[in-house]
C-alpha cells in the first residue's frame, strides 16, 4: 500500500466520523438507498446489525469476519452502496430492486463476500469481507437486492442473495466467544426464514436528485 493510499484512506475515515457526528440538515426525496449511500444493515429476527473488523477468521478461508453485533453505535457496521463487480453506479442513483450490488465495509475497504466454504460455528455457509485496498475484490462479492417495490426504499424489509451460491445473508443465532457476544453471519438457502431479513437502519445518504453537489442525508434511528 502507497503513502498516498494511507493518506485517501484515513482522509476517508475521518470524514466519515466527522458526518456522522455533525449531522445535516434533512433534505427533501431522501427515501430511497442511493449508490453511494453509506449505512447500517439490521437483522429483523436478531435485532444485531451487520459488523465487520480486521479480524481473520482462524478457519475455512481465513479472510476478514463479518458477524452481527447488538451495539447500535458500532463504527465498525457501516458500508457503502456500490455496483456490481466490474461496474460503477452514478452517485446519487436510487438502487432498483432486482439490481446486483455490492457492501464495501468502510473501515476496512473490504466487501461483503461468500464462498462455499463452512461457517465456524453453525457449519452453515461462511460470510466474510474480501478484496485489496481499494475495494476490489471478485464476482463472490455481489448481491442481489430482493424488495417488494420499484426502488430500495429506506423503510423497506429486504433480503440479500449471493449471485455466486444463491444463499441468502443470514444470521444463524450463534454466538462467539470472541469477539464477546457477537452472533454468526451466514449464508442460508431458505428464503422464508425471517433470519435472512434485513432492514436499513442509521446512515448517510446521498439525495437522488442533487448527487453532483454531494448532498447528504444523516440519519438515526
Same mark, same amino acid.
Given at each position: 500500500?502507497?503513502?498516498?493510499?494511507?493518506?485517501?484512506? =484515513?482522509?476517508?475515515?475521518?470524514?466519515? &466520523?466527522?458526518?456522522?457526528?455533525?449531522?445535516?440538515?434533512?433534505?427533501?426525496? &431522501?427515501?430511497?438507498?442511493?449508490?453511494?449511500?453509506?449505512?447500517?444493515?439490521?437483522?429483523?429476527?436478531?435485532?444485531?446489525? =451487520?459488523? #465487520?473488523?480486521?479480524?481473520?477468521?482462524?478457519?475455512?478461508?481465513?479472510?476478514?469476519?463479518? &458477524?452481527?453485533? @447488538?451495539?447500535?453505535?458500532?463504527?465498525?457496521?457501516?458500508?457503502?452502496?456500490?455496483?456490481?463487480?466490474?461496474?460503477?453506479?452514478?452517485?446519487?442513483?436510487? $438502487?432498483?430492486?432486482? @439490481?446486483? $450490488?455490492?457492501?464495501?465495509?468502510?473501515?476496512?475497504?473490504?466487501?461483503?463476500?461468500?464462498?462455499?466454504?463452512? #461457517?465456524?460455528?453453525?457449519?452453515?455457509?461462511?460470510?466474510?469481507?474480501?478484496? @485489496?485496498?481499494?475495494?476490489?475484490? @471478485?464476482?463472490?462479492?455481489?448481491?442481489?437486492?430482493?424488495?417488494?417495490?420499484?426502488?430500495?426504499?429506506?423503510?423497506?424489509?429486504?433480503? *440479500?442473495?449471493?449471485?455466486?451460491?444463491?444463499?441468502?445473508?443470514?444470521?444463524?443465532?450463534? &454466538?462467539?466467544?470472541?469477539? *464477546?457476544?457477537? $452472533?454468526?453471519?451466514?449464508?442460508?438457502?431458505?428464503?422464508?426464514?425471517?433470519?435472512?431479513?434485513?432492514?436499513?437502519?442509521?446512515? =448517510?445518504? $446521498?439525495?437522488?436528485?442533487?448527487?453532483?453537489?454531494?448532498?447528504?442525508?444523516?440519519?438515526? =434511528?
Amino acid at each position: 500500500m502507497t503513502l498516498r493510499s494511507v493518506t485517501v484512506t =484515513l482522509f476517508f475515515k475521518i470524514l466519515l &466520523t466527522i458526518l456522522l457526528c455533525i449531522g445535516f440538515t434533512t433534505a427533501k426525496g &431522501t427515501k430511497y438507498v442511493t449508490c453511494g449511500s453509506v449505512l447500517k444493515l439490521m437483522n429483523v429476527d436478531y435485532n444485531v446489525r =451487520l459488523h #465487520s473488523h480486521d479480524i481473520k477468521y482462524g478457519s475455512g478461508s481465513g479472510q476478514q469476519s463479518v &458477524t452481527g453485533t @447488538d451495539v447500535k453505535e458500532d463504527g465498525n457496521s457501516y458500508w457503502l452502496v456500490k455496483a456490481e463487480y466490474g461496474k460503477q453506479c452514478t452517485r446519487g442513483r436510487p $438502487i432498483k430492486c432486482g @439490481d446486483i $450490488i455490492r457492501l464495501e465495509h468502510t473501515g476496512t475497504k473490504k466487501n461483503l463476500h461468500s464462498h462455499l466454504i463452512s #461457517s465456524p460455528l453453525s457449519g452453515k455457509q461462511e460470510i466474510s469481507a474480501y478484496g @485489496d485496498y481499494k475495494g476490489e475484490g @471478485d464476482s463472490g462479492d455481489n448481491w442481489q437486492l430482493i424488495c417488494e417495490t420499484d426502488f430500495w426504499e429506506r423503510e423497506d424489509s429486504i433480503m *440479500l442473495k449471493h449471485m455466486d451460491t444463491d444463499a441468502y445473508l443470514a444470521v444463524s443465532g450463534r &454466538t462467539y466467544v470472541s469477539p *464477546l457476544g457477537q $452472533i454468526e453471519v451466514v449464508g442460508d438457502y431458505s428464503p422464508s426464514n425471517r433470519h435472512v431479513v434485513w432492514k436499513t437502519m442509521e446512515g =448517510l445518504f $446521498i439525495h437522488p436528485a442533487d448527487f453532483k453537489a454531494h448532498h447528504y442525508e444523516h440519519t438515526e =434511528l
